[in-house]
């Protein structure tokens, strides 16, 4: 698969298999494609080469930067629109819809957040509500662009504990970080500079030699073996690609 804005090549050559009841994780440069990859794996975005096939998956998608305003929507009110795709916009909610919404707001914990307006919470308090969202469509394949960036460590931990859920569930989660410590709770991790660089495991792929061809310059660190290459810093600036 590949995906190319004007004469710009976001992505070439891209292979890539994910398994239910695993998490994957992107890592690559600002610019390296990982939204991109995203994006047209979520169907938003249609590769100028080759294809993707979701073979019959629902897909939910957690995209970053969200806007600090929104309409005035409570938090309760953003949950629910998670069954939107099955329901519609004006549909009746079932008992179906509202078991979803309760045990997604659970696993999230903002039942103490519904009555809130959305514009009003804190960054933390807002992602967990759009995960709860996006958990409330019982997809099997969730997408979470950089989930955990910028949040406080008490909803950094319940995603990264809803992340396991899912995947104990048998979903696929695919993930995008500048962290290699969340990637380290992946099951794999793919690397990727406009093109796939190396795809496995964490430990087999989370090492020196594959991060510097990676990141380049942004990598500090020595050159340690794989049981000291946790002493590797990325550096990035943690902008947004196309």
């Known amino acids: 698969m590949g995906a190319r804005f004007g004469s710009v090549h976001a992505l070439r050559d891209v292979t890539l298999e994910f398994v239910p009841g695993s998490a994957t994780a992107l890592m690559g440069a600002n610019g390296s494609g990982k939204t991109t990859l995203l994006d047209c794996v979520a169907g938003l ?9 979701s073979a019959g998956h629902k897909i939910a998608y957690v995209r970053q930067h969200l806007p600090h305003r929104w ?4 938090a309760r009110e ?32 903002v039942h ?3 009555g809130l307006q959305f514009g009003e919470l804190s960054g933390g308090q807002r992602q967990r509500v759009i995960v709860a969202q996006a958990l409330a469509a019982e997809p099997t394949v969730l997408l979470l662009d950089e989930p955990l960036t910028g949040l406080d460590i008490p909803s950094q931990d319940r995603i990264l504990l809803v992340i396991e859920q899912e995947i104990a569930g048998g979903a696929i989660v695919v993930l995008s970080t500048h962290h290699l410590d969340e990637a380290r709770h992946c099951d794999r991790v793919a690397l990727l500079a406009g093109r796939v660089v190396a795809v496995g495991p964490p430990d087999e792929v989370l090492v020196p030699d594959r991060l510097r061809e990676t990141f380049g310059a942004r990598i500090l660190g020595d050159h340690a073996d794989h049981d000291h290459d946790h002493t590797l810093l990325v550096l990035d600036d943690h902008g947004h690609e196309h």
């Open 45 to 53: 975005l249609e590769p100028t080469s080759g294809s993707v096939d």
């Open 112 to 114: 103490d957040l519904f």
């Open 71 to 74: 309409m005035p929507l409570t």
């Open 78 to 109: 953003v949950v629910t629109m998670g069954r939107y795709g099955l329901r519609g916009l004006l549909g009746r909610l079932q008992r179906s819809d509202l078991d979803a919404i309760e045990a997604a707001a659970r696993h999230l914990d």
